[in-house]
T-cell receptor, first 113, second 114 residues
Framework: AQSVTQPDIHITVSEGASLELRCNYSYGATPYLFWYVQSPGQGLQLLLK??????LVQGIKGFEAEFKRSQSSFNLRKPSVHWSDAAEYFC???????????FGKGTRLSVIA | SQTIHQWPATLVQPVGSPLSLECTVEGTSNPNLYWYRQAAGRGLQLLFYSVGIGQISSEVPQNLSASRPQDRQFILSSKKLLLSDSGFYLC?????????????FGPGTRLTVL
């Protein structure tokens, strides 16, 4: 069965600083990997996804993520954080077929001036 | 593109009262549909998912139930609410025919049980 670990519950960064959110997954086959963002009181929005091919994936809002099979990781990055990026971020892994995604517990990002 | 509607947006209910939350989708056919719950400060808990009309899989045994009476309608119900049912309920759809579900989420329903 798949599992996802987001080691950081809460991260605080300064506006304009770079960001990296960690995600480690466990899955025996080729994983399908996702990052979602949730603003307070809102639903989740898909930031990016990895199915195959180039291991560096570009997403919306200037985010990117890199799939590293050897480290079972799919870390999310952004070179310069904006105050509007403050939100909860969820990593998820999927398997082939009609099975639900497995989500991590989320990382809350705070942005300070 | 697909759109997910959830109704109502917020709800305050007394303990022991019934519940009905509705999720409807537009812009796609035969989607997989999901109900999740977020308790305060917690992650996502998958409650139910459905791959077709009348087909419901339950992930967590509890006093909630789900039904899918139409292809694009997913309903979450309870006969008697508990305090622990409070939370943020999210409906999601997965696009059928893809290698795996890319899930898209609705705006959510905030439920407070008093």
């Amino acid at each position: 069965a798949q599992s996802v670990t987001q080691p950081d519950i809460h991260i605080t960064v300064s506006e304009g600083a770079s960001l990296e959110l960690r995600c480690n997954y466990s899955y025996g086959a080729t994983p399908y990997l996702f990052w979602y963002v949730q603003s307070p009181g809102q639903g989740l929005q898909l930031l990016l996804k990895y199915f195959s091919g180039d291991t560096l994936v570009q997403g919306i809002k200037g985010f990117e993520a890199e799939f590293k099979r050897s480290q079972s990781s799919f870390n999310l990055r952004k070179p310069s954080v904006h105050w509007s990026d403050a939100a909860e971020y969820f990593c998820a892994v999927g398997a082939m077929g009609n099975t639900p995604l497995v989500f991590g517990k989320g990382t809350r990002l705070s942005v300070i001036a | 593109s697909q759109t997910i509607h959830q109704w109502p947006a917020t709800l305050v209910q007394p303990v022991g009262s019934p519940l009905s939350l509705e999720c409807t989708v537009e812009g796609t056919s035969n989607p997989n549909l999901y109900w999740y719950r977020q308790a305060a400060g917690r992650g996502l808990q998958l409650l139910f998912y459905s791959v077709g009309i009348g087909q419901i899989s339950s992930e967590v045994p509890q006093n909630l139930s789900a039904s899918r009476p139409q292809d694009r309608q997913f309903i979450l119900s309870s006969k008697k609410l508990l305090l622990s049912d409070s939370g943020f309920y999210l409906c999601a759809l997965g696009l059928a025919g893809t290698r795996t579900d890319t899930q898209y989420f609705g705006p959510g329903t905030r439920l407070t049980v008093l």
